[in-house]
């Protein structure tokens, strides 16, 4: 059985910095880009930044460029959201993600693993 199981979501305060994981199991990830995006209240879901198979090409949302980063573990089935900086407006519950040979890194149909999620709250 194929899971995703994100975790390190919390409460946090503007500026902090947090790092979410995703622990892919049930299949070999390591020919899958690895996703994360986030759902906020009332809105859409959307795409925060993903890694190709292999780890060499990163991408992201505008809103994140510059305080997000994302990895793949070495053994290429977890992935990880390193966030500094953190806004509120980055108040979401956070998806990771697994697609393989995307066509579109952040289109969310693209992707056909889902985690449940984990919570990321950011106080002002």
């Known amino acids: 059985q194929v899971q995703l199981v994100e975790s390190g979501g919390g409460l946090m305060q503007a500026g902090d910095s947090l790092r979410l994981s995703c622990a892919a199991s049930?299949?070999?990830?390591?020919?899958?880009?690895m996703g994360w995006f986030r759902q906020a209240p009332g809105k859409e879901r959307e795409f925060v930044a993903a890694?190709?198979?292999?780890?060499?090409?990163?991408y992201y949302a505008d809103s994140v460029k510059g305080r997000f980063t994302i990895s793949r573990g070495d053994a290429k089935n977890s992935v990880y959201l390193q966030m500094n900086s953190l806004k509120p407006e980055d108040t979401a519950v956070y998806y990771c993600?697994?697609?393989?040979?995307?066509?579109?890194?952040?289109?969310?149909?693209?992707?056909?693993?889902w985690g449940q999620g984990t919570q990321v709250t950011v106080s002002s």
């Open positions: 993600a697994a697609g393989l040979r995307p066509r579109t890194y952040g289109s969310s149909y693209n992707y056909n693993y």
């Open positions: 049930g299949r070999t990830f390591s020919s899958y880009a």
């Open positions: 890694i190709n198979w292999n780890g060499g090409s990163t």
